[in-house]
């Protein structure tokens, strides 16, 4: 069965390459041609080294980036990503990255999400020495992974952005330190996905979550992103019965029709007793 997308373009605006990782995984499932749309600076919506703070939230960026990169392209389908950074939610210690696809399709009035998140690089130093500069780039993976300078510290506007090479990186240390109070620098990860493959991987990863629900569709009318919009917990313990924070149930409802459907979640057998407040308080 054809998806709801075939031989249709999709506006994708982006200067950071991202229709090469989002190509591969939507193009052969769809039948659709994902159009790259330049013309626009997107760092003027917000940039990850904070000189240009970024409106809203998350999502509030990509559906922008999608709307203008249908106003720019002409077409009525516009698909847009959004990149997020902080402490991993589980400890709140680890680099975190969260990513944000959104694709906006006015044929059907409709608005799609998806997210994906893993750790992240990204990742920063305050030092005047080279020795420590040059051992933090490397345990961070530079060159592959880009990174940004500037003296003093992290608000400093006089940035070297996109180094990516061990020249590069030495000259501009020296460059950073002769100008600073201190004679420090301020480096931390390039976070454009160009300049951060481990980014640009879950972008990927995002791409694939989102073409899960692009193939959903609701049973009663065909419009695709028919997905879970709620968990119900109490899923009971396999050991003692109790109801655990686990979700028993799930909705499922239609970003176009009124179609929900309620169905049973997680494992038939029952929670595993780590999750029971009653076995593992």
């Known amino acids: ?5 075939t031989d249709e373009r999709i506006a994708l605006l982006t200067q950071h390459g991202k229709e090469r990782v989002l190509a591969p995984v939507l193009e052969p499932a769809l039948g659709c041609t994902i159009v790259r749309v330049d013309g626009f600076d997107t760092d003027r919506l917000g940039t990850f080294t904070r000189e240009i703070p970024r409106p809203g ?11 203008l990169g249908m ?5 009525a389908v516009g698909l847009a990503s959004e990149g997020g950074f902080g402490p991993d939610p589980l400890v709140g210690m680890l680099p975190w990255n ?3 696809l959104v694709l906006v399709d006015d044929r059907l009035g409709i608005e799609i999400t998806a997210t994906f998140q893993a750790p992240a690089r990204s990742a920063h130093l305050r030092s005047a020495d080279w020795a420590e500069v040059e051992a933090f780039a490397r345990r961070e993976g530079f060159p592959e992974h880009a990174l940004v300078m500037r003296p003093q510290d992290q608000d400093d506007p006089r940035m070297h952005k996109g180094l990516a090479t061990w020249p590069a990186l030495e000259t501009a240390f020296h460059t950073c330190a002769a100008v600073s109070e201190e004679a420090c620098v301020f480096v931390e990860h390039d976070l454009r996905a160009c300049a951060n493959p481990t980014r640009m991987a879950n972008i990927g990863n995002a791409a694939r979550a989102l073409l899960q629900r692009l193939t959903s569709r609701c049973p009663a009318c065909g419009t695709p992103g028919y997905w879970v919009t709620d968990r119900a917990p109490g899923l009971p313990c396999r050991e003692c019965g109790a109801p655990t924070r686990l979700p028993a149930g799930e909705t499922l409802g239609c970003l176009k029709c009124s179609h929900v459907e309620h169905r049973p979640a997680g494992d038939p057998r029952g929670a595993d007793p780590q999750h029971c407040d009653q076995c593992n308080p």
């Open 71 to 75: 106003e720019l392209s002409g077409l």
């Open 1 to 5: 069965m054809s998806s709801a997308y």
């Open 98 to 100: 969260v990513e944000m």
């Open 57 to 67: 939230s998350q999502r509030d960026a990509a559906l922008r980036k999608a709307r």
